[in-house]
């Protein structure tokens, strides 16, 4: 069930939270009674475990990207108001299934989790507090949110970019859970209205997606880039390529193959976000949109996130509209940083009210 990579089957951060606090004790209680070691190969998939989950915890916060299926379990602290810290899982199983300190430089820059879909790109000199994770569509275990190419970003401490969770297992409106699992709960890119991974029971998708293609630069003299791209069951096309500078990203989604229209979301912090032309801006963050010129529509939306189990709140969505055309359409956006800002550091979200 862990990859070699350390992703877990289930694709979820709350999941693998309670999967690496599962094997801290079930490696407590071998140690306790004298029993002999587990196997070798299952010894690394544990480490792998503790290190993927500490490369997604933010290092500001504690707080962790609301990736696939959250329903609220955590075993090992019980109090309640600790639910969205991760810090202490992963550091408790670095600290119980590896070798490796929190502090090790092999856990502070960009990672590719292949294996299991997964790229972390780190801002360079930011000191690992702005960062990103990237959703590569790769399952060899049946996938929970149809969330191709998902970016979720990390600033000083502010989710800024965000995963809109899961809320619940059989939620009274249905289309809820569509809409907050599906690609309109993430921040990519829709076609024609629909989901390119069909769901065909409560737990199950038709049509899983495979990237075609997976590019990572992270290289000392050049900028940080990373490329991913897919091609749904009929035919739509989506490649993003993200370039990270100092203060500065660079997303380019390019899109084909559709039939209609194709929708760019981004799911925004709750904030007082101000939209001006093509500008959004907000609280030292701005994000800046290219459009194509047959762009029909371009506004903030309100959408729905659940950072708990059976919790649902309201956060803005910067939402973009292009209708369907021979030729492939770019979209750019740009999202900035304000270096000279003085940003409030927000306790995770449950901690302090």
Known sequence: LVEADGSFSQYSINYHRLLVDTLVEAE??????????????????????????NALTDPVTGDAPNLGANDGAHILTPDPSSFRRFDVSA??????????????????????????????????????????LV????????????????????HEGRNILRDGGSFSYNPGDPELRSYI???????????????????????????????????????????LQWTGRYRDHLGAEHERRITV???????????????????????????DWQLEGYMCSG????????????????????????????VRTSLPVLELEVPAVRAPLMIITVIRFDPTSVQEKAAPEGEVE
């Open 28 to 53: 407590a209680w071998r140690m306790r009674l004298e029993r002999p070691p587990f196997s070798e190969t299952f010894q690394e998939r544990c480490g792998a475990a503790a290190r993927w989950l």
């Open 245 to 271: 500078h100092p203060n500065r990203w660079e997303v380019r989604d390019r899109v084909s193959g559709f039939d209609h229209s194709a929708v760019l979301r981004w799911r925004l912090e709750p904030n």
């Open 135 to 154: 959703r590569f569509p790769r399952y060899r275990f049946r996938p929970g949110d149809s969330d191709p190419l998902h970016l979720d970003l990390w």
């Open 181 to 223: 699992t599906g690609p309109a709960g993430h921040n990519t890119i829709q076609f024609d209205g629909r989901d390119p991974m069909p769901r065909v029971g409560r737990f199950l998708r038709s049509h899983w997606l495979e990237g075609e293609a997976l590019h990572l630069v992270d290289e000392p003299d050049q900028p």
């Open 91 to 132: 550091a408790r199983g670095l600290r119980v299934l590896t070798d490796l300190s929190p502090g090790s430089p092999a856990l502070a820059g960009s990672q590719h989790f292949p294996e299991g879909g997964y790229t972390k790109l780190v801002e360079p000199n930011s000191g690992g507090s702005t960062w990103a």
């Open 283 to 310: 609280n030292g963050v701005s994000l800046r949109v290219e459009p194509p010129p047959q762009t029909t529509r371009f506004e903030l939306v309100e959408g729905w996130e659940s950072p708990h189990y059976g």
